[in-house]
Nanobody
Framework: QVQLVESGGGLVQAGGSLRLSCAAS????????MGWFRQPPGKEREFVAT????????FYADSVKGRFTISRDNAKGTVYLQMNTLKPEDTAVYFC????????????????????WGQGTQVTVSS
């Protein structure tokens, strides 16, 4: 059973940056493709980014492409989300997710493609 713990959220002004971290335990991290999702206030949870076991494949939501970067450190069992040029519409609870496969699903943008979830970390971007 994989456990995921996110950190790094907080309050930032528009145009600023944050780096989220997600520490995994309870499994072999390189066996998991990883993803980030977010849930804005009053909205459904949505896909943000995903990465395969070795970082060889990454995909992003159009809304964050060019501003956010997903990466991972298999030695540390951690996946990161570097968020630059933040906008008020990036305000959300950000969730880390792990897939029981090192490879991305063809439906990587859907929640059902992931097997484990963290509790989330709040990101608030002020205008």
């Amino acid at each position: 059973q994989v456990q995921l713990v996110e950190s790094g959220g907080g309050l930032v002004q528009a145009g600023g940056s944050l780096r989220l971290s997600c520490a995994a335990s309870g499994g072999t991290f390189r066996n998991n493709a990883m993803g980030w999702f977010r849930q804005p206030p009053g909205k459904e949870r949505e896909f943000v980014a995903t990465i395969s076991w070795n970082g060889g494949s990454t995909f992003y939501a159009d809304s964050v492409k060019g501003r956010f970067t997903i990466s991972r450190d298999n030695a540390k069992g951690t996946v990161y989300l570097q968020m630059n040029t933040l906008k008020p519409e990036d305000t959300a609870v950000y969730f880390c997710a792990a897939r029981d496969s090192p490879y991305l699903s063809g439906s990587y943008y859907r929640e059902i493609a992931y097997d484990y979830w963290g509790q989330g970390t709040q990101v608030t971007v002020s205008s």
